[in-house]
């Protein structure tokens, strides 16, 4: 199916922006996955602090939100290989932390893209991925810097992330089809982050977001899972530590 016709809308263009943008946001994840203590703290200052960062691709003829894209700059310009295995919430914090400072901005990092469900396969992701990197280029950025969440690890769970980044399709592509879409577009993975985000929760909670009991302590697999839960009973609590994958793009002269 081809690409349909949208119109990009950037935060500072919509008041509502985020309240927009929630319906396609949400239930695209995991409902353990909005529970991330970073994302609860800062999460609702990122479209305060940053919404030039922010946008949407609407639909040409309409009011539809065919897909969404966040993101934040960073005060960082170390080595690639010193990227840190916090991932997304290392991004997070040290974005608000650099605004909270003045710092300037260094590079830009995507914290997530989401496609809404009924226009998905449509070239609509790598779409959005240009419009991010059209965006830190405006700001004279020279690299989006991306804590991928690969799609399919969901389905090997038990795999770690250091070998399931190495898989590849026979034309040497990422077996992953997320990491697929960014290398396509001139993105390379970097190195896995496995402790990108952390979940931590009581038992109940867990069994109320997946469905599942969980009749003694140890290790299980859940629905959109990238990893097992650890839940301990004794102590009430399940902790979720998801693996992303470091990839990196370059926008701009460096």
Not at 2 to 16: H, K, M, N, Q, Y
Not at 64 to 81: E, F, I
């Given at each position: 199916?081809?690409?349909?016709?949208?119109?990009?809308?950037?935060?500072?263009?919509?008041?509502?922006?985020?309240?927009?943008?929630?319906?396609?946001?949400?239930?695209?994840?995991?409902?353990?996955?909005?529970?991330?203590?970073?994302?609860?703290?800062?999460?609702?200052?990122?479209?305060?602090?940053?919404?030039?960062?922010?946008?949407?691709?609407?639909?040409?003829?309409?009011?539809?939100?065919?897909?969404?894209?966040?993101?934040?700059?960073?005060?960082?310009?170390?080595?690639?290989?010193?990227?840190?295995?916090?991932?997304?919430?290392?991004?997070?914090?040290?974005?608000?932390?650099?605004?909270?400072?003045?710092?300037?901005?260094?590079?830009?990092?995507?914290?997530?893209?989401?496609?809404?469900?009924?226009y998905r396969g449509r070239g609509l992701s790598?779409?959005?991925?240009?419009?991010?990197?059209?965006?830190?280029?405006?700001?004279?950025?020279?690299?989006?810097?991306?804590?991928?969440?690969?799609?399919?690890?969901?389905?090997?769970p038990l795999t770690p992330i250091e070998r399931?980044?190495?898989?590849?399709?026979?034309?040497?592509?990422?077996?992953?089809?997320?990491?697929?879409?960014?290398?396509?577009?001139?993105?390379?993975?970097?190195?896995?982050?496995?402790?990108?985000?952390?979940?931590?929760?009581?038992?109940?909670?867990?069994?109320?977001?997946?469905?599942?009991?969980?009749?003694?302590?140890?290790?299980?697999?859940?629905?959109?899972?990238?990893?097992?839960?650890?839940?301990?009973?004794?102590?009430?609590?399940?902790?979720?530590?998801?693996?992303?994958?470091?990839?990196?793009?370059?926008?701009?002269?460096?």
């Amino acid at each position: 199916m081809s690409l349909p016709a949208f119109r990009t809308v950037i935060g500072t263009e919509c008041e509502d922006f985020w309240a927009i943008t929630r319906e396609v946001m949400v239930p695209a994840w995991p409902q353990f996955m909005l529970h991330d203590s970073v994302s609860d703290r800062y999460w609702p200052e990122l479209f305060d602090r940053y919404p030039e960062y922010q946008f949407m691709l609407a639909a040409a003829d309409s009011e539809a939100v065919l897909a969404v894209g966040y993101s934040l700059p960073l005060a960082w310009d170390g080595a690639l290989d010193d990227l840190p295995d916090e991932g997304w919430d290392w991004a997070m914090t040290r974005g608000m932390e650099d605004y909270a400072e003045g710092r300037r901005p260094r590079v830009q990092c995507a914290l997530a893209v989401v496609v809404a469900d009924e226009y998905r396969g449509r070239g609509l992701s790598a779409q959005a991925i240009r419009e991010m990197q059209s965006i830190g280029a405006g700001k004279g950025l020279p690299r989006l810097l991306v804590p991928a969440r690969p799609t399919l690890k969901s389905a090997y769970p038990l795999t770690p992330i250091e070998r399931y980044t190495t898989w590849q399709t026979p034309d040497g592509l990422p077996f992953d089809p997320w990491l697929r879409v960014h290398a396509r577009l001139g993105g390379r993975i970097v190195k896995p982050c496995p402790r990108s985000m952390k979940v931590e929760a009581p038992e109940a909670e867990w069994e109320q977001w997946t469905g599942m009991r969980f009749p003694e302590s140890g290790e299980y697999v859940v629905p959109g899972g990238l990893v097992p839960v650890h839940i301990d009973r004794a102590a009430d609590v399940g902790t979720y530590i998801e693996p992303n994958v470091w990839m990196c793009h370059s926008i701009g002269s460096s």
